[in-house]
């Protein structure tokens, strides 16, 4: 597995050397940037990590700090640093994206927790897309026909209604339903359902498999 990045943004040099020199002590690797644009420019998305993103000094998030904030891709965990933090904002850092907020001066330790459960939100989002590609790709390899048939399974129908909707014999359709449940690798009825509605975008998409 790749080393998450954790890219660290403001225009104070010495907190990003300092935040710098605690990403190092977790193993991680650091990119500095002084601004958030010089950020996104060079950002990588193939690569795990996290932003710490240094906001402005004053007790509000004002344009440019919700904008720079709102321009970090939506799947890239976010920890806004700012030097006063109250409940007000927030809530207006966490619904421009942010998932959580630190206070200056920074504590080492709240540091360490936030970016470790940074790696972690982005760890189970990527795996989580990996799994919905995978299950893309599963039922592309099912025939016309065997989507047919799982739509039916899906929709409740029985063997022999099948069966008589598709003008086919039962045993044929046991094995059009035997295809699909292991092409798509489903264990269960159940199962296979979550799957379908996922499909379709209709169901909700988790951070793991159903």
Not at 47 to 66: E, K, Q
Not at 100 to 121: K, S
Request: proline share 5%.
């Amino acid at each position: 597995m790749e080393t998450p990045v954790v890219h660290i943004v403001g225009d104070d040099a010495t907190e990003r050397q300092s935040l710098r020199d605690w990403v190092f002590s977790l193993h991680f690797t650091p990119k500095e940037y002084e601004r958030a644009d010089l950020m996104l420019r060079r950002l990588d998305l193939d690569l795990p990590g996290c932003v710490l993103l240094g906001m402005h000094s004053s007790s509000v998030l004002d344009r440019d700090d919700l904008r720079m904030l709102r321009n970090v891709p939506p799947w890239v965990p976010t920890i806004v640093l700012t030097t006063h933090a109250d409940v007000s904002l927030a809530v207006r850092a966490m619904r421009a994206g942010a998932i959580d907020v630190l206070q200056r001066p920074l504590d080492q330790q709240g540091v360490r927790d936030a970016v470790f459960a940074a790696i972690e939100v982005d760890a189970r989002r990527r795996n989580a897309s990996h799994w919905r590609d995978g299950l893309m790709t599963r039922f592309l390899t099912l025939t016309v026909r065997e989507q047919e048939v799982l739509r039916l399974v899906v929709e409740g129908n029985a063997n022999k209604a099948m069966a008589s909707h598709l003008h086919l014999s039962p045993k044929t359709i046991e094995v059009h339903r035997a295809h699909v449940m292991k092409k798509m690798q489903a264990d269960s009825v159940a199962t296979l359902v979550r799957m379908y509605m996922k499909v379709l975008g209709t169901g909700a998409f988790t951070d793991s498999p159903p």
